[in-house]
């Protein structure tokens, strides 16, 4: 179970202390979320690194949910490209693959992060494309807050039983 906990303990961190990221540690966490399955290995997913403290100001104020960039030290937008992907929004499910990859690996340096959904709004999408100027066929599908996290959080218990079917949905694969 103790190589489980990385992935079982990870927790969204929205404080972070004043602290910067070197660019090492930006290349490891890059890394990892480049090596997330992808469809017939298209890998469609580019990456925008952010640490200009202006920027993150314009982020927080086109979206809603970002202000925990008023403390972090970097924030990753990662980016589906509708070239490379295998199919018709397949994107969609290697970007999400690319960004879990990213929070566990942040996790597992000991740092925080938190995932701030970009996809599927398309007003946070289009004001996103405009701020970092992409190319129309590159979607910008979820914003990574990264910093050392000045905050901690317990584990919830997050396994209910009741959600999983054996062989179909009639039978409760654990018994009560």
């Known amino acids: 179970m103790e190589k489980l906990s990385y992935i079982l303990d990870r927790r969204s961190i ?3 202390k004043d602290q910067k990221i070197d660019s090492e540690t930006i290349k490891k966490l890059l890394t990892a979320a480049m090596y997330a ?10 990456f925008v690194v952010i640490d200009q403290p202006q920027l993150m100001e314009k982020i927080m104020k086109i979206h809603p949910h970002a202000r925990m960039l008023q403390t972090a030290s970097h924030a990753i937008v990662v980016c589906g490209d509708e070239q490379l992907q295998h199919d018709d929004g397949y994107w ?7 960004t879990q990859n990213l929070l ?3 996790h597992t340096l000991g740092l925080g992060a938190c995932w701030v959904g970009l996809h599927p709004r398309e007003e946070r999408k289009s004001s996103f ?4 100027v992409l190319p129309s066929h590159v979607k910008p599908f979820a914003l990574v807050a990264l910093g050392y996290p ?8 997050r396994f209910h039983a009741e959600k999983v079917r054996y062989n ?3 039978s409760p694969f654990f018994s009560t």
């Open 104 to 106: 566990l690996a942040t």
């Open 129 to 132: 494309s405009r701020l970092l």
């Open 168 to 170: 179909g949905w009639e």
């Open 14 to 16: 929205r404080i972070f």
């Open 37 to 46: 399955p992808s469809a017939v290995d298209r890998q469609p997913w580019h």
């Open 92 to 98: 969609v499910v290697d970007c999400g693959a690319a």
């Open 150 to 157: 000045d905050e901690s959080k317990s584990r919830p218990e």
